[in-house]
Each structure stands twice: as structure tokens, then as C-alpha cells.
């Protein structure tokens, strides 16, 4: 069974009187137990509405979304799955650890493991030392970091990040790289968007190139050995689409 499956997903935004933009056309994806997904595109391509309408974010046109063999709909999946946005905003006048201790408790996790799980994440993501600031405080970077904490408090099987490594020092992505590789060891599937293609080649199972809204090719990195850097393929796939649409 797919842990995400996109189905002949369409989705076409309003964008003024009689116009509109379709950020994705029929695209269909499963991604696998345990592996880790890099998704490709250029800005703009529609990775972004495709992991909102996986949060249920936002709605399709057409087309539907599953993970672990439930529509993105149902309320219970909600429980298995952690989430960081593009745009992570908090609230702000919160430092880290009550905002942890705020999204455990929303998650029905007991105080003991609330404070566990607290320590060891933003340890990993280096704000343990910074914890009793008020985010409102932090610097983008940081806040970045807060996010993908608040992504696992509840330690969720299917872990769906959107551009991670975004706005991080070489020593947050390093971090944010080993984290995902930790989740990995510990059977969670991992689903990203990400820019950096030198991260992506590091750590990745298989990527998805999405252009103007379309999947145009899937990468095995176990079955497959690129001829080109994964920066020429990633043009190349670009070129073929015709380049970008606006
Ligand atoms: N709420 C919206 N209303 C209208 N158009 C939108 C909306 N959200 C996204 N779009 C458009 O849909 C297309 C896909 O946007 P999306 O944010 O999914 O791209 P992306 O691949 O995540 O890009 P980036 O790499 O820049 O984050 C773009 O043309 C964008 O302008
Ligand atoms: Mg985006």
C-alpha cells in the first residue's frame, strides 16, 4: 500500500475576474513505506499545492489524495502525519517549549513524554539552549527550526515537510539532513520539497520532477544512475516541457 497517493489530482485557482491559474494537471504519485521523496520543481510548479491538498489545506478540482489508504478528509489520519509549511508562523509571544508542550497536549501525549520528546527535538534542531526565549525573538532561521520540532512532537509516521532546509545555516541543513535520515532508520516516510539538489542527491530514495504543474519524471536513485548532474536532468526536464509557463 501507498503511504501517499495522489491521484489524477487538478487544481485550478481563481485568480480574478475570469481567470485562473491550474497549478497541477493530472497528477498521479504514490510514495512508499519508508522511503524518503524529494520533490522537485521550479517555483511555481505546483509542489506546494500539492502538499497543502495533502493537509487538506486546500481542495482539488478534480482528483483525490490518500495517505495510509485514507482520504486526506478523515480526520484521524491527522494523528500520523507531521507538517511543516513553507511559511511556518507561530504563535509568536510562545517560547519553543510552550509551544511544544501546547501541540503534545493537542495530540493527546502525557506531560512526561510531552517534556521527553521536548528536550530531545530541540536539542537535534541545536535551540535547546535558546528555549526559554519567545520566538517572536527568533531570527528566520530559528523559526525554522521550531517548525520542524513542532512537525514531530507526535512522532508521526508520514512526515511531510515543505522545503525544509529553506533559510538554514550549512549547519541547520546538516542537522535537518540528519534528522531525516534518523526518521528514515526509524521506518517514518518522509516526503519533501526542496531547492537544494545537492541535499536532495544525499539523502533521497527517488525524486519527482514536477513542471508547470506536471510530473514529468520519477527518479529510482537505487535502480538508476543519473549521466548528468541531477542540476543538468533537472533543466533538461524543464526544457522538455517546453519551459516555464507563467
Ligand atoms: N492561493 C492562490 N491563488 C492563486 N494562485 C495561486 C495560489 N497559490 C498558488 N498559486 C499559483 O499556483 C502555482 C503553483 O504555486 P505553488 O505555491 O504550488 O508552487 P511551488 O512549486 O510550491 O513554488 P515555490 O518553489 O516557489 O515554492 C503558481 O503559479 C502560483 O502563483
Ligand atoms: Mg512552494
Not at 181 to 198: Q, W, Y
Not at 215 to 244: N, P, Q, Y
Request: hydrophobic share 40%; glycine share 8%.
Amino acid at each position: 500500500m501507498a503511504v501517499i497517493s495522489f491521484d489524477k489530482l487538478t487544481k485550478t485557482y481563481k485568480t480574478g475576474f475570469r481567470k485562473k491559474k491550474t497549478a497541477l494537471k493530472d497528477f498521479s504519485l504514490d510514495i512508499r513505506e519508508g522511503e524518503v521523496f524529494g520533490f522537485l520543481g521550479p517555483n511555481g510548479a505546483g509542489k506546494s499545492t500539492a502538499i497543502k491538498i495533502l493537509l487538506n489545506l486546500i481542495f482539488p478540482t478534480a482528483g483525490k489524495a490518500e495517505i495510509l489508504g485514507s482520504d486526506v478528509g478523515e480526520k484521524e489520519i491527522r494523528r500520523s502525519v507531521g507538517y511543516l509549511p513553507e511559511n511556518p508562523y507561530f504563535y509568536d509571544y510562545l517560547n519553543p517549549v510552550e509551544l511544544l508542550s501546547f501541540a503534545g497536549r493537542a495530540s493527546n501525549m502525557d506531560s512526561l513524554k510531552i517534556r521527553e520528546k521536548t528536550e530531545s527535538l530541540l536539542n537535534t534542531v541545536g535551540l535547546w539552549n535558546e528555549r526559554k526565549r519567545a520566538i517572536r525573538s527568533y531570527s528566520k532561521g530559528m523559526v525554522q527550526r521550531v517548525g520542524l520540532a513542532l512537525a514531530l512532537i507526535h512522532d508521526p509516521k508520514v512526515v511531510i515537510l515543505d522545503e525544509p532546509m529553506t533559510g538554514l545555516d550549512p549547519i541547520g541543513r546538516k542537522q535537518v539532513i540528519d534528522l531525516i535520515l534518523k526518521l528514515k532508520s526509524e521506518g517514518k516516510t518522509i516526503f519533501f520539497s526542496s531547492h537544494i539538489l545537492e541535499d536532495i542527491e544525499r539523502i533521497c530514495d527517488r525524486i519527482g520532477m514536477l513542471v508547470n504543474g506536471q510530473l514529468r519524471r520519477v527518479i529510482d536513485f537505487k535502480k538508476e544512475k543519473l549521466i548528468k548532474s541531477l542540476e543538468d536532468t533537472f533543466i533538461e526536464e524543464v526544457e522538455k516541457a517546453g519551459g516555464l509557463q507563467q
